[in-house]
């Protein structure tokens, strides 16, 4: 069985291979953007010596907490046991990034040139500020693609609850 996968039973269906693959290709981009941070901590740029905006503590120590939650839920991704709650993690981390960059938007805050991504990201041929744009509209995707499979998965969830004889449990796997 491959890691991440969803759980084999006859009641696997469409959904939950849409959330495998899901979870598959999001634990491996958290795992490369939480590496990439790191990697950026550890050249010590001076701009991680600034404080953010938001929560008033430097840029590095936000930014080690930002790659430790991005292993840690990638890390359940790859190897925690169900599916779905799989899927809400990585929602629920895809919900806080959009809250923080609207809180930094809120605060007046206009941007500099981060090297959050460490300097692989940074030499590479795109314009100042392409990344921020890039990763905020993979957090919108992240996020509406989680909403949408667990909406999905509550809306089936729902439906097998009516059925005559549902036993609540339904045929959705994993849970």
Known sequence: MVAGAPEASAGTGRLEEWA????RVLAGLLWLTATLKMISVLQGDPVLRWRDPVFQVP????LVLGACAEWAVAAYAVWGGRL???VALIHGLAACWLMYRGLLKLSGFKGYDCPCLGPVVRDLPFEEGAWSVLLGWMAWGT???????????????ARSNLEPGGDGAGSAGGG
């Open 20 to 23: 495998g693959w899901f979870v």
């Open 59 to 62: 840029n590095r120590n936000l």
């Open 84 to 86: 779905w709650r799989k």
């Open 143 to 157: 996020f509406l693609g989680a909403s949408l499979l667990l909406g999905a998965h509550a809306w089936r969830q």
